[in-house]
């Protein structure tokens, strides 16, 4: 399309192999050819590409770093690729007002970096904090594992500036926690996926950072004991900063194919639980928590150093991409269902006879259900299955969608689950900001 070469402050991509890598991010799902790539350096270009996007009747895909899951950064026909790499911006953090800024373009690791040079903590973490980017966990709201204590990412932003359809980046929301004249735009924007606009930069909240941390590897004989912690240990008043999983399968696979530390995991099934509250690391608080667990805890380990700590958490990062590598075409889900319900979750997906194996993130009933044989499945019984375990989460009072999001590989799901009324409304306020369609068409809704 001639209309883009002229484009200012930006760098374009346009022959087939070029583009080749924005054609997938890490879910199951590919995508048409785009149009073209395009990277912008600076507002000039946004507002060209929102003129252009609405007088030719194309579409705008952002994208961050390609790590997401539900397909949300895939392009779809007749679409521009926006990728937000070489957005311009220096991270900034503020000690005094307890806050950071940063540009969307900023990797998550760097972010964290940054806060924690000044001693400071900027908790979401999903397990790609290390190669995802600022702006795709915004639009996003990613969890992982410290979202059990620490909540999702949205409840760390205090303002987002964002590129709406008039081509303009206005700026919703103050860098305080105290905010509440009228209701909170910005939030919209949060978890959004780009189909209401694009997120450019934000301000978000930090606090101190916790002075000790207690990591526990918890080995169990008969699996099902652990469905009950979660619930138990909230129950009796301990937070957990996060408390992970691994079900008989998934250990046994890092077990026998994983790295080095791996191979000797203990138990038939495995939790990594971490406290981070002052005192977590005394006697009193393990003996508590001892106390509590009761039988189970027989074969519980505590790291004794950082160095131990970080081997634990080394595994338990590379596990997605460990069954990716050895299963290539599994398609792994997020539901999320009540802490107290995590029992009857399994048990009903044990009627429903999904060949599945799970890991992820207990502590908050978000699993990662995978699904190792869904390539060479046929594709009518795939989708099936797939429901199936969507409607069983629902139906236990959970969601289809934990953290990953609804992209294009959740959508249909999305649609048939959800509220029509909710979904009337989500609607309206897509066409009330995006009357043209042009910001990630065919994602979501
Ligand atoms: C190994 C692995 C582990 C993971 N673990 C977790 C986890 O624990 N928790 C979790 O939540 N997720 C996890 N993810 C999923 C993914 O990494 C996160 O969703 C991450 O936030 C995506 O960031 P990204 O920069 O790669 O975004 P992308 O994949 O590029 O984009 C994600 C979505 O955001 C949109 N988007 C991107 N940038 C912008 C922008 N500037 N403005 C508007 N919209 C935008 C895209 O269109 C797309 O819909 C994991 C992924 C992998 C591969």
Not at 85 to 113: E, F, T, Y
Not at 414 to 441: E, M, T, V, Y
Request: with cysteine.
């Amino acid at each position: 399309m001639d209309a883009l070469a002229g484009l200012p402050e930006a760098t374009l991509l346009r022959d087939p192999a070029s583009m080749e890598p924005f054609l997938r991010d890490e879910s199951h799902v590919r995508g048409p050819h785009p149009l073209a790539v395009v990277r912008p350096h600076g507002p000039r270009a946004l507002r060209e590409l929102v003129r252009l996007a609405k007088a030719e009747g194309f579409g705008l895909v952002p994208r961050g770093a390609g790590t997401g899951k539900a397909g949300g950064c895939v392009p779809t026909e007749r679409t521009v690729v926006v990728d937000f790499s070489a957005w311009p911006g220096d991270i900034r953090v503020s000690p005094q007002d307890l806050c950071l800024h940063a540009p969307a373009s900023a990797p998550l690791r760097d972010v964290k970096a940054a806060a924690e040079s000044q001693g400071l903590f900027y908790p979401p973490d999903p397990n790609s904090w290390e190669s995802c980017s600022l702006g795709g966990t915004l639009a996003t709201n990613a969890g992982g594992p410290n979202a059990c204590k620490y909540g999702m990412t949205r409840h760390w932003v205090l303002s987002v500036e964002a590129l709406l359809e008039d081509g303009e980046i206005h700026t919703f929301g103050i860098s305080s926690v105290k905010a509440n004249a009228g209701p909170a735009l910005g939030q919209l924007l949060i978890g959004s996926e780009g189909i209401f606009g694009f997120i450019v930069g934000a301000t978000l909240r930090l606090m101190p950072l916790p002075r000790e941390y207690a990591t526990l590897l918890l080995p169990v004989k008969h699996w099902e004991d652990l469905l009950d912690l979660p619930g138990r240990l909230c129950g009796a008043g301990f937070l957990p900063s996060a408390f992970e999983f691994f079900d008989p399968a998934v250990l046994a696979e890092l077990r026998a194919h994983g790295p080095e530390e791996a191979r000797r995991l203990p138990g038939e099934a495995l939790a990594i639980l971490e406290f981070d509250e002052r005192g977590c690391t005394s006697e009193p608080f393990l003996e508590a928590l001892h106390d509590l667990l009761g039988p189970v805890a027989e074969g519980l380990v505590i790291a004794s150093d950082a160095r131990q700590r970080n081997g634990i958490w080394a595994v338990r990062r590379m596990t997605s991409a460990f069954l990716k590598e050895r299963h290539p075409k599994k398609v792994s889900e997020d539901i999320v269902v009540p802490r107290s319900r995590l029992r009857d979750f399994f048990a009903g997906l044990d009627q429903l006879g999904i060949p599945a194996v799970t890991y992820g993130h207990l502590g908050d009933g978000n699993l990662h259900v995978n699904l190792l044989a869904a390539g060479e499945t046929e594709p009518a019984l795939l989708a099936g299955q797939l429901m199936g375990l969507f409607r069983l989460a629902v139906s236990l009072g959970g969601t289809l969608s934990g953290e990953h999001g609804i992209g294009l590989a959740k959508r249909e799901a999305f649609l048939a689950l959800s509220d029509p009324a909710q979904l009337q409304a989500l609607r309206a306020i897509k066409h009330a900001l995006d009357p043209a369609g042009i910001f990630n068409p065919g994602k979501v809704i």
